[in-house]
């Protein structure tokens, strides 16, 4: 009975799958990317604009590559349903932040990215993103980068002013495959 069930599951997901859900790539608009570059900015004045506008092409260029390596489907839950079945291999909200992190880690000398979460420990409620700070800034004070929540539709804000999450910075886990070159 189990096995019918999950075929059933099985056949339904994939139905939609083909119905129409796929996201087939997210444009990077030069409106978005400028209102990244004032927002990371204003985390620091005095760090060269060329650097935040850097930052903010290479954050969403690269959550732009990841929506297309993830094949991502839309809405976001649905995307996460087809992961845990095992139909997409990636595309939770971890492994956003993970490949953000780790492609931007030692980078940008001016800022600092950290592994952020909320309702940690609640399975259908868990969320990770990333978190840009100012050089010894603090996470509250930070930038939220979310391209999970909008289906790679880059969320982007104040940490201090989302309203959807409650932030908490997640220094102890770690997602680094290999170690870092220093």
Known sequence: MDTMLKRCFSFFFLSLLIVG???VSVNVSPSKTIKLAKLLQSLDPTTPKK????LSKDILHKTSLLAQEFKLTSPPLFHNTLVNLGFRKKGLCYHWSDALYLHLLNRYENFEFHLIGANI????????ALAVLKKGGVIEEGVVIDPWRDSGDLYFSKINEDKAYNWVHRANRGCLSKPLKR
């Not at 650097?51 to 850097?54: A, E, R």
């Not at 420990?121 to 990770?128: A, I, V």
């Open 21 to 23: 859900c796929s996201v």
């Open 51 to 54: 650097q935040t506008l850097k």
């Open 121 to 128: 420990g609640e399975y259908f409620f868990e969320h990770n």
